[in-house]
């Protein structure tokens, strides 16, 4: 996956959600260093007349990587390969480029009104209840985010300026001859025969000395885990009975975030419960006892009550966060169910090379993986010109199963045969090569082109506007002063 956006970063920065404002607690996530002094510190670049601020910068930079962490790397990325692909560059170069297009749109005289931002507010159905805009529960979503009507407000009119010039400059009309050709492309199937190999574990066999020079090779690769150790104090929420009234007005004011199955606000006597526990934690951070407890464990003139310590795999706490803390520092409070956990770092133990005996496993496993691949790529390349295969018939884009396969199996598959320039191939799909060889080749009929006309004409669009916009951003580069604070390693915009 690395390798591919590395590769494909024009696509990247296509598919970047700059205009996303998410209605979720995002936290921010490390991006690099600034080249910031007291004149620009509000500042990550200037282009033309408009200003590209630090927390615009942080906000699509957070919802950015947590985009991609969801929907493309299923959890797992982290700060190290956000850093490979150079997110926060990507991020930084389509700020930009948004930033040509709202010089471009002053120039033409384009501009948001209030009345405008007003009509999309009560449009949006995240402020709606049962279909009507309401006033609560914009601001209370608003608030629960850390963001001010009007620092809301004028995100949304910079979407809207943006929106009007991009309607003018990319709202191409698709020709007939251009769906037909994109169509054809689109839809052109291949009839494959294919066939299947695969490796038995009684066909990788390991020694222990295979295993221990591997590990010797790669002992770095073997780490123990970071752990962080924190002095811990705990506010526990109080016990007494609390006054049914002041939990019932708790809910009036929280009642939008207790929905039942049907997306409706649930029942008062159904979460009761829930907001009675959401009421008493609310109430500890409204204490002075809260205060002065933070404040004295910060201060050091209240004692820890324990010590713990916490792997950097937890999954109990954000330890991304505690990658920027150094000896001493106190984080803010962490909520849990029944109080308040104040945490002050009090050592960390950096990661180091496991010994051979702790590490042989994990080692073992590696190594045997890496013997099965190659074993499988050299069982595939020799079968490869040999095979005949079974005929599956002509398979296309709207092919969702090839026998013996899952789904998104097929969809690996069907991927690089038409991205493959050879006849045949093979693809290696877990434990499995997948051998194919095109034995025919065919061009959607009209009716298969009518039935997907949605599809091709709205592909064709996206392809024809990137391609006009791409064109317009060099034309603008050269007309709009840019001044880049942020660093990167070449400067590129």
């Known amino acids: 996956m690395i390798t591919w956006m590395q590769r494909h970063k024009k696509y990247l920065i296509i598919t970047i959600w700059v205009s996303v404002i998410a209605f979720v607690g995002a936290g921010f996530v490390g991006w690099g260093s600034l080249d910031l002094n007291l004149s620009r510190s509000s500042s990550i670049a200037k282009v033309g007349n408009h200003n590209i601020d630090i927390q615009t910068f942080r906000r699509v930079y957070s919802n950015t990587f947590n985009y991609y962490n969801s929907a493309v790397y299923n959890g797992q990325l982290t700060e190290e390969i956000a850093k490979e692909i150079r997110l926060a560059d990507a991020v930084l170069n389509v700020l930009i480029e948004e930033a040509m297009f709202l010089n471009f749109a002053d120039e033409l005289g384009l501009m948001a009104l209030d009345s405008d931002a007003i009509g999309h507010i009560i449009q949006d159905a995240n402020f709606q209840v049962n279909g009507t805009f309401n006033k609560d529960l914009y601001y209370f979503s608003l608030q629960n985010i850390g963001l001010k009507p009007n620092e809301y407000e004028e995100i949304l009119k910079r979407q809207i300026v943006l929106s009007k010039v991009y ?3 990319l709202n191409l009309p698709v020709t007939q001859i251009e769906k037909e050709v994109f169509g054809s492309a689109m839809f052109l199937q291949d009839r494959l025969s294919v066939a299947t190999v695969a490796v038995e574990d009684n066909e ?3 020694s222990d000395n295979e295993t221990r020079t591997f590990w010797e090779a790669n002992k770095n690769n073997f780490l123990t885990e970071k752990v962080y150790f924190f ?3 705990f506010i526990p929420v109080s016990k007494e009975k609390l006054n049914e ?5 708790y809910w009036e004011e929280t009642k939008y975030f207790y929905k039942d199955t049907d997306d409706k606000i649930a029942d008062y006597e159904t979460v009761k419960s829930q907001v009675e526990a959401a009421l008493r934690l609310r109430n500890v951070t409204e204490s002075e006892a809260y205060k002065v407890t933070y404040l004295g464990f910060k201060n050091s003139t209240i004692p820890a009550q324990n010590n713990i310590s916490v792997k950097e795999s937890s999954i109990e706490y954000d330890t991304e966060s505690f990658q920027a803390l150094s000896v001493g520092d106190v984080l803010i ?7 308040y956990e104040i945490l002050k770092l009090t050592k960390v133990v950096l990661p180091e090379p496991k010994t051979y005996d702790d590490a042989k496993a994990q080692a073992a496993a590696i190594l045997k993986a890496n013997k099965k691949s190659q074993l499988l790529v050299q069982k595939a390349q020799a079968r490869l010109n040999l095979f005949s295969g079974t005929d599956v018939g002509f398979v296309g ?8 396969f899952t789904e998104e199996q097929t969809a690996v598959i069907l991927g690089n045969v038409f991205n493959s320039k050879n006849k045949r191939g093979y693809v290696l799909v877990g434990e499995k090569a997948f051998l194919y060889n095109i034995t025919d080749q065919k061009l959607p009929d009209e009716n298969a082109l009518a039935a997907n006309d949605d599809i091709i004409t709205g592909t064709t669009r996206q392809i024809k506007s990137a391609e006009v916009k791409r064109n317009i951003i060099e034309l603008l580069k050269p007309r709009y002063k840019i001044e880049q604070y942020y660093r990167t390693e070449d400067n590129a915009i």
């Open 167 to 169: 309607s003018i400059v």
């Open 397 to 404: 884009i709207g092919t969702k199963n090839i026998s013996g």
């Open 204 to 206: 990788v066999s390991l």
């Open 245 to 249: 009234e002041d939990i019932k007005a």
């Open 231 to 233: 002095d811990r104090a």
């Open 333 to 339: 409070p962490i909520k849990k169910e029944d109080g």
